[in-house]
């Protein structure tokens, strides 16, 4: 039989899709309301490996990634994309213009040692529900050194422009899990 172990927790990462990046900063700000300080933020990519936002969104997307300082649990994740849905909506409200036409496209994920996983609302056959509509997919993972993807990955991250950042906050990660670690250790030394 096995052992039931609590998760360790992970690192909340959030990625932003717009073409403005004025925009793009203000959801962080909102972002970090939430989820507290980020620790790293990416440089702006050009979104163009496909056209699926552009009748939404506009043309000349881009793309940007956060990380954010504190570690939440991975059961987490649908709270965490329930929420930006709903920033996407309240900027859409402030910005004028109906919810049908987002501004900026908000999608959290988490980052473990072995894996990237992203939250969505699309079910597909490599995704695995979580609760209230949210879904979840491992889409990249960590192999021989270096980030890879999944037959299902999405193109941008396939091709390897984000890996780099992603190799970041996994360092970031492991040095937030080790200062857990030692911190739990002396805890323990100190206990009569």
């Known amino acids: ?23 793009m900063a203000r959801a962080v700000r909102m972002l970090c309301e939430y989820a507290g300080p ?17 009748l939404e969104m506009g043309q000349d997307l881009q793309r940007q990634f956060v990380s954010f300082e504190r570690l939440i649990e991975p059961g987490d994740l649908a709270h965490q994309k329930t929420l930006t849905n709903e920033l996407e909506r309240r900027i859409c409200y402030e910005c004028g213009v109906p919810a049908s036409q987002r501004r900026v496209n908000l999608d959290p994920g988490y980052l473990t040692l072995g894996k990237l996983v992203l939250a969505t609302t699309k079910d597909y056959s490599h995704r695995i529900y979580l609760r209230d509509g949210i ?10 050194g270096r980030w890879a993807a ?3 990955t999405y193109p941008d991250f396939a091709e390897g422009s984000y890996h780099d950042f992603f190799l970041e906050v996994r360092e970031r990660y492991k040095a937030k899990l080790n200062a857990r670690l030692r911190s739990a250790e002396e805890s323990e030394e100190g206990r009569p």
């Open 150 to 152: 999944w037959p299902w």
């Open 135 to 144: 879904y979840a997919e491992s889409t990249l993972h960590f192999e021989n």
């Open 38 to 54: 980020t620790d790293v933020v990416s440089r702006l990519w050009p979104f163009d490996s496909t056209d699926y936002y552009e």
């Open 1 to 23: 039989m096995g052992v039931v172990r609590q998760p360790r927790p992970v690192n909340l990462i959030c990625g932003l899709i717009s073409n403005d990046p004025d925009l």
